[in-house]
C-alpha cells in the first residue's frame, strides 16, 4: 500500500515563503509525473504544478514566477517551494501523480495545511 505524507505546510504572513515536501512508501516516484494539488476552503481540489520524471515542470497560471516545483526520486520526495505566497494560496496541500487515469491516483495523503494571512 503507497503511502503519501505530506509536510512543512504552516501559517505564514502574505509576502512569505514555505516549501512543502512529500515523501513516498515505496519507489514509486521514478517514471511518474508527480504533481501538487491544492484545495481551498469550499473549493475543488485543483492541480497547482507538476514536473514529469525528466524534470519538465508545468504550473497553473496563479502560481507561476512564485512557485516552484522539484523532485528527488532517490529520497522519493517531491517539494513545493512557495514564494511570494498570497492569501488566496491558502488550502490543504496534496502530492500525487498526474494521469488521465483515476486507476492510476494512489490513495491521498493527510495533505498539509498552508494559511497565508493578509
Known amino acids: 500500500q503507497v503511502q503519501l505524507v505530506e509536510s512543512g505546510g504552516g501559517l505564514v504572513q502574505a509576502g512569505g515563503s514555505l516549501r512543502v515536501s512529500c515523501a513516498a512508501s515505496g519507489n514509486i516516484f521514478s517514471g511518474n509525473t508527480m504533481g501538487w494539488y491544492r484545495q481551498a476552503p469550499g473549493k475543488q481540489r485543483e492541480l497547482v504544478s507538476s514536473?514529469?520524471?525528466?524534470?519538465?515542470?508545468s504550473y497553473v497560471d496563479s502560481v507561476k514566477g512564485r512557485f516552484t516545483i522539484s523532485r528527488d526520486n532517490a529520497k522519493n520526495t517531491v517539494y513545493l517551494q512557495m514564494n511570494s505566497l498570497k492569501p488566496e494560496d491558502t488550502g490543504v496541500y496534496y502530492c500525487n501523480t498526474v494521469s488521465r487515469f483515476a486507476r492510476d491516483y494512489w490513495a491521498w495523503g493527510q495533505g498539509t495545511q498552508v494559511t497565508v494571512s493578509s
Open positions: 514536473i514529469t520524471d525528466g524534470g519538465s515542470t
